[in-house]
């Protein structure tokens, strides 16, 4: 599952892959932003983001698309 957090006062966004489904990341955010405490997410590498839910200024979930080599 991919997933776009944008960062207020940040020019880019940071794309996570991670193994979790959508629901699941959906519910950390809600529980983030109503606590006023933080998202944490573990990549499917294993490394853990963490961002201060006042900083998020958007989410985007979504299945990650598989790149192409070549012409098509």
Known sequence: MEVKIGV???????????GASADDVEKQLEQAVSEDGV???TDSKGRR????AHNIA????G??????????
């Open 39 to 41: 998202l944490a997410l």
């Open 58 to 61: 958007y989410v985007e979930i």
């Open 49 to 52: 983001i963490v961002v201060p």
């Open 8 to 18: 207020l006062h940040a020019p880019r966004e940071l794309v996570v892959e991670t």
């Open 63 to 72: 299945s990650g698309t598989s790149g192409t080599v070549g012409f098509r």
